[in-house]
Nanobody, 124 residues
């Protein structure tokens, strides 16, 4: 079955960096666009970043643009989220997800598979 497993979360001070990874199995990874979403306590899950099948195009939420970078390695079936200049408001559970099409990637309803999430906590 399809599995998406996130790793790399943790506790970091404001201004610090973390790199999240999402390892995929059970699917043809290079045929899926990949996205990162996050959910803070009491809030809805929100779009963070996405990358198309080949990695040619990336998309970001305004709140993370210029600080976060999404990338993928199709040979390793892995997508990454490099997070720099972290802020306390970035604290959330971060999820990776896989979408069958390179469209509407900011819409969580476009994603077919989801990981279990990894906690990111940014202290002030």
């Amino acid at each position: 079955q399809v599995q998406l497993v996130e790793s790399g979360g943790g506790l970091v001070q404001a201004g610090g960096s973390l790199r999240l990874s999402c390892a995929a199995s059970g699917l043809t990874f290079s045929s899926y666009a990949m996205g990162w979403f996050r959910q803070a306590p009491g809030k809805e899950r929100e779009f963070v970043a996405a990358i198309t099948w080949s990695g040619d195009n990336t998309y970001y939420a305004d709140s993370v643009k210029g600080r976060f970078t999404v990338s993928r390695d199709n040979a390793k079936n892995t997508v990454y989220l490099q997070m720099n200049s972290l802020k306390p408001e970035d604290t959330a559970v971060y999820y990776c997800a896989a979408a069958s099409w390179n469209r509407a990637l900011k819409d969580r309803n476009e994603y077919k598979y989801w990981g279990q999430g990894t906690q990111v906590t940014v202290s002030s």
